[in-house]
């Protein structure tokens, strides 16, 4: 089990973490909600609504009409005289989104309460109409809807109302979907009842105080009230009924004829807020006073609130801007009339869950499985997917798709999935390079046993000279020289194929077999015969190499080579003119020679002459300007040199290719012989 949870331990820490982002979700804490929320506010400060002209008509309590009337709350008569004016106009409705709980102070009974008065000294008072019953008259002529509120607790001189609209319900029950309240908060009983209409401006609770969404339908002690908004349109509709259709989740549709609401189970719609515009308000002394177009207010529906700042009326919408509360009812009856509320449907919600688990799964395999680059192009065009998914659906269908906890999902997983693959590419990096380290000193042992099988040089120096310089810590180039009697030297040079400990494997194979070879003191022919058939049955898989195989006599100058798939051997007089002898074989440890006839060998003589051979890493060789070196470049290093040895020869060469670059191209192995070496001369 340990060994089957290490193999996929990211795999199952990624499940788990997908477990509880998930169940997060589920719970839907009010933290995870403010995190959905953030994309509904974008949606709408991106895309506000755009209007310019509006059905409603809001009579402003705003500061000026403070100052004009004292303070609040006026006397019942003032507005007894601007619904009075309104209803001049022939408006479709007017909601009061204010409380007249008590009765006004300045009514007869009221005054003969508070100072105590005998019936003799209120004969004709008691004859005066009071301004609650100037307001009431004028509520009964107009089409009003006064306001009522849901309360927790009871309310004191309260009394036992009910609603003026009448709800024909299909398919169940929406009392036990709606939001509910045991108690609730109105005005005086005879102003309520004359009234056409009685709207509920309950708001549900929000952690941050924005007013997104509101209940179409209440229950207020066991009844069902429409909201403020639904209820004016109702009455502007001159309808009596509001149908609710029902389906297995809750409420599916509202309707008061002939419009149709769809909401959400729980009969709540989300409120897509236009601009405020200026032209919209109307101050409450300018109506009350006369001071205005009669048109304004004719087939409006007119909603009378507060702005001013003292009365605590003001709320906070997702445009990021803050509003007097009446201005949200405002909003929700043109939502309802052109059809622009928002819907926040409950299949909505699945589809997000199953996209982002998908998403998510996807993006943290590739962020295991490909590079870094590419699982980052990944992460962010599946964000610009959920993107472009959420604000098609609002732009074109009015649905709230939640985008800001997909991406939350999204940037969890996929930043972990990068961490959890840092960490195991740290340990295998960390692996590797203790495995590096391991090889390192394997290879630098190597290459010092390799330098211990190149021949001490110095002993031939008035003569011969070579020098291999490995691009590597083991080189897959090799020379050697082997006295084998008076004035007798055989000598090799090679170049196996690939690189490192292998090739170097192959090298003190083929040096071994050489040298022993070579003491025997047989031609030159067998000697190549036999290194070459001992190579192939040491069957290296796939690795040759390709030589100059060589004998000399320092005394007579005679020579004979064989030049195996190598590099043309270069020879030249004092004057510097150039020969070069080719190949005439394949490369040593291809083909088994079955006579020793197969070797083909060249003999001249060397006296008065120089003869070079070198591996493709001194023509392949970069020079400084970053161009090859060539044959030619050798024989123009040659030509610059005056005295003319094989130490300069080799050093020139060497000097020329290995000029401070950071790392060699390939191995560079040469070998100059120089029999006419006036040292030599003088040894004699």
């Not at 048109?295 to 009378?304: A, E």
């Not at 070579?466 to 040079?493: H, M, Q, T």
Request: glycine share 6%.
């Amino acid at each position: 089990m340990s060994i089957l949870f290490a193999k996929y331990k990211n795999y199952t820490i990624f499940l788990i973490l997908l477990f509880f982002l998930v169940f997060l979700k589920t719970i839907n804490p009010s933290f995870i909600q403010s995190i959905s929320y953030l994309s509904f506010d974008v949606y709408q400060k991106i895309f506000p609504l755009n209007k310019q002209t509006s059905e409603v008509i809001i009579i402003d309590i705003d500061e000026k009409s403070l100052g004009d009337f004292g303070q609040f709350p006026w006397n019942r008569s003032i507005f007894a005289k601007i619904v009075e004016n309104v209803n001049a106009s022939n408006p479709k409705a007017i909601g009061l989104d204010i409380f007249f709980a008590e009765k006004d102070k300045q009514s007869p009974e009221e005054i003969i309460r508070a100072y105590n008065l005998i019936p003799a000294d209120v004969a004709g008072l008691q004859n005066i109409k009071g301004p609650d019953e100037i307001f009431r008259e004028q509520l009964k002529k107009s089409k009003s809807v006064t306001a009522v509120l849901g309360s927790n607790v009871p309310s004191h001189g309260t009394y036992d109302r009910s609603p003026k609209a009448k709800f024909l319900v299909k398919g169940g029950d929406p009392k036990k979907f709606t939001y509910s309240f045991p108690h609730s908060i109105g005005s005086l009983e005879k102003l309520e009842n004359s009234a056409k209409g009685l709207g509920s401006i309950s708001f549900l609770d929000q952690t941050d105080g924005i007013i997104r969404s509101l209940p179409l339908i209440v229950r207020l002690k066991n009844q069902l009230y429409p909201t403020m908004a639904l209820e004016m349109i109702r009455v502007g509709s001159n309808q009596k009924n509001l149908y609710v259709e029902m389906n297995e989740a809750g409420i599916n549709r509202i309707s008061s004829r002939p419009h149709k609401i769809y909401s959400d189970p729980n009969g709540i719609i989300w409120i897509r807020y236009k601009e405020s515009l200026k032209n919209q308000y109307i101050s409450a002394s300018s109506v009350f006073e006369g001071k205005f177009n009669p048109s304004i207010f004719k087939d409006k529906y007119v909603l009378i609130g507060a702005s001013a700042q003292g009365l605590f009326d003001l709320v906070k919408t997702p445009l990021g801007n803050t509003i007097p509360g009446v201005e949200v009812h405002g909003n929700i009856i043109e939502n309802i009339l052109d059809q622009s509320y928002l819907i926040r449907n409950p299949n909505t919600y699945l589809f997000e869950l199953l996209f982002s688990i998908i998403v998510a799964s996807v993006v943290f395999f590739l962020s295991q499985h490909t590079k870094p680059k590419y699982s980052l192009l990944i992460f962010f065009g599946s964000l610009i997917i959920v993107i472009i998914i959420g604000f098609s659906a609002f732009l074109f269908k009015s649905q709230l798709v939640d985008i800001s906890y997909p991406i939350f999902m999204l940037t969890i997983t996929f930043l972990t999935g990068l961490y959890l693959r840092f960490i195991e590419e740290n340990r295998i990096a960390l692996a590797n390079l203790q495995k590096e380290a391991k090889l390192l000193r394997e290879r630098e042992l190597a290459g010092d046993v390799q330098k211990s099988l190149f021949p001490d040089i110095s002993k031939f120096k008035n003569f011969l000279y070579a020098k291999n310089i490995p691009a590597r810590d083991v080189s897959g180039d090799f020379f050697d020289v082997v006295n084998v009697g008076k004035n007798e030297y055989f000598f090799i040079l090679a170049d196996v194929s690939g690189k490192g400990i292998t090739a170097g494997m192959y090298m003190a194979k083929a040096a071994s077999i050489f040298r022993t070879i070579s003491n025997l003191s047989y031609p030159l022919e067998k000697v190549v015969f036999t290194v070459n058939n001992e190579l192939v049955e040491a069957k290296f898989k796939g690795m040759f190499m390709t030589a100059v195989f060589g004998k000399f006599n320092t005394e007579t100058g005679e020579a004979i080579f064989v030049n195996a798939g190598h590099e043309s051997i270069m020879v030249f007089d004092k004057e510097k003119n150039f020969e070069f002898m080719k190949s005439q074989i394949p490369p040593i440890g291809i083909l088994k020679y079955s006579t020793e006839s197969m070797v083909k060998s060249i003999a001249t003589n060397l006296k008065e002459k120089t003869f070079l051979i070198y591996t493709d890493g001194v023509t392949e060789g970069y020079l400084s300007n970053g161009q090859e070196l060539g044959v030619e470049g050798v024989e123009r290093i040659i030509k610059k040199i005056e005295n003319v040895t094989p130490q300069n020869i080799i050093n020139s060469i060497t000097t020329e290719l290995n000029w401070g670059a950071e790392k060699l191209r390939d191995d560079i192995t040469c070998l100059a012989l120089n029999i006419r070496n006036t040292e030599l001369a003088k040894q004699k």
